[in-house]
């Protein structure tokens, strides 16, 4: 069968969610095509305390950043290449957006009380948990952030805290299995819905338009030799992430049109919207030699969020830390910082930066990876500079605090000489990482944003039948992590399509 009412293109973090909604109607056809393999009784996916090694795998698109002007050249982008998509293989932080994130995008039916069905519903569906109190350096650096002026909290749905810290919510049960998109959403459902049909090593080489109209798909097979096609009565939906959804839309001639013809692709629509905009939680590190075991055994290694405030007068922090009881030099050693086998880490990261990048094609043959330049720390006011050089401080202040005594060794990086402004931010250019959070290269807007490629429907502008559902969405990047809400997308577009259907 080659001909279904919706094709859905991407089984990520939304797209499966939009291939389980639209199929629970047994009178429509779905296909999803995923460009990766299936995560069904892979145990190498589903089990969250692996998920590191996921990093640079057979599993992940695995994208080297362009040169950077101030930051890390070096740094990979990790994006998933396996059914559920980044919720298969990054960890299973979740948080529900903000209701000041919603409102900050400022579009119809997307504010947080329009959402909590949503959110209340992907919870049903969901499995989520507190992680448990049980690392011991964890439970002292609660303590000890408490008496930096960061107070112990619980991270209930739906709640913003601005200064304060405490144990993750996850998506995973309490044997320690993900509750993936995939897992939660189309597993169940797999054998028991003859209406849906999912391809896997089905990598999407464009968006079939006829008349500015998406009309299917072209992929290539799992033999990596054929080019085959399935056609949509209705609807495409591009689910592919905030990388290559926007790779796809240009290799299908949506795009910026200087840039399209460069490349060779006849240009359908010009959307300078396309590829643009891209944002992303920029992340430091300060890492310490434990002066006593860390823990062998975890849910996911990465289990403590901290939150602060850098200035007066913010309705939401503008400064995160993930906290890792292992240690993380993976963009470190490289510049002589010395490592340890028995540490851990705090990961500043600037949640609300104003540094936008890109993503661009790099030939016009979809095999190539894209172009992505995130162009970290280039904001013209230093804004993201400045936040980062509070987090490394904060961090510190939190280490030298009496709860942590027993435990911090000396620190590894940036090491006790970085001290000015202009030694931490030396460190950081070259060594930061990335909480993998790319997100806007397609966003919702407004119908005078020359920059907006989707209207508050999700529906892309200038071509009918055509709908994206992913972060490449996302007006504004949300200050917490954002998996959750690439997931609520997913419902919100599930409910959009079968409301102009019905």
């Known amino acids: 069968m080659s001909l279904f009412d919706y094709v859905v293109v991407g089984g990520g973090s939304a797209g499966c969610v939009v291939a389980s909604r639209l199929s629970e109607d047994p009178g429509v056809s779905v296909c999803l095509l995923e460009a990766g393999p299936s995560d069904v009784g892979d145990e190498k996916i589903l089990r969250l305390s692996d998920w590191m090694f996921l990093l640079e795998s057979g599993y992940d698109w695995d994208y080297l950043v362009e040169p950077q002007e101030r930051g890390n050249s070096f740094l990979r982008h990790s994006r998933a290449r396996v059914l559920g998509g980044c919720s298969s293989h990054n960890s299973c932080i979740a948080f529900w957006p903000l209701r000041e994130d919603l409102a900050a995008w400022g579009l119809p ?74 897992h939660a959403y189309l597993h169940p459902v797999l054998e028991s819905r003859p209406n849906l049909t999912v391809i896997t090593d089905a990598w999407a080489s464009r968006v079939l338009l006829s008349d500015r109209r998406a009309t299917g798909v072209e992929y290539l097979a ?78 996911q290694w990465w289990e403590i969020g901290l939150f602060a405030a850098t200035r007066e007068g913010l309705d ?109 931010l030396d460190y950081v250019h070259k060594t930061h990482n990335t909480v993998y959070h790319p997100s806007c290269t397609a966003r919702m807007g407004r119908d005078d944003d020359p920059y907006a490629v989707l209207d508050a429907q999700l529906r892309v502008r200038g071509v009918r039948g055509l709908r994206v559902a992913d972060a490449s969405a996302m007006p504004l990047l949300t200050t917490v992590n954002p998996n959750l809400t690439t997931m609520m997308i997913g419902e919100r577009c599930g409910d959009l399509i079968r409301a102009s259907t019905g």
């Not at 992680?131 to 000890?144: R, T």
């Not at 990048?357 to 720390?377: C, N």
């Open 109 to 182: 039916g997307w504010g947080f009380d329009e959402c909590l069905p949503l959110l209340r519903r992907l919870e049903d569906t969901v499995r989520i948990r507190t992680v448990p109190p049980q690392d011991p350096c964890g439970v002292a650096l609660l303590e000890a952030a408490a008496q930096a002026g960061l107070p112990t909290v619980s991270f209930d749905a739906g709640a913003t805290v601005v200064n304060g810290a405490g144990w993750f919510r996850i998506n995973a049960s309490d044997d320690g299995i993900r509750s993936s998109s995939s």
């Open 316 to 424: 939401r922090p503008d400064l995160m830390m993930h906290y890792g009881s292992v240690p993380f030099d993976l963009n470190t050693v490289r510049w002589g910082y010395p490592t340890t086998e028995n540490g851990f880490c705090l990961t500043p990261n600037v949640t609300q930066g104003r540094s936008r990048g890109t993503v661009r094609l790099r030939s016009r043959d979809f095999r190539d990876k894209a172009r992505v330049d995130p162009r970290y720390f280039t904001d013209d006011e230093g804004h993201d500079e400045r936040v980062m050089l509070a987090g490394l401080r904060l961090a510190r202040t939190i280490a030298a605090q009496p709860a942590l005594a027993g435990w911090v060794g000396r620190e590894l990086a940036p090491g006790p000489s970085a001290v000015t402004d202009d030694e931490l």
């Open 222 to 299: 799992a033999d990596r030799v054929h080019r085959l096609t399935v056609s949509a009565r209705r609807e495409v939906i591009v689910s592919c992430g905030a990388i290559d959804t926007p790779k796809l839309l240009m290799l299908s001639g949506i795009g910026p049109a200087e840039h399209l013809r460069e490349v060779g692709v006849d240009v359908v629509v010009d959307a300078p919207g396309v590829g643009a905009n891209l944002d992303d939680h920029v992340e430091g590190l300060v890492m310490w030699d434990a002066a006593k075991p860390m823990v062998s055994e975890s849910t």
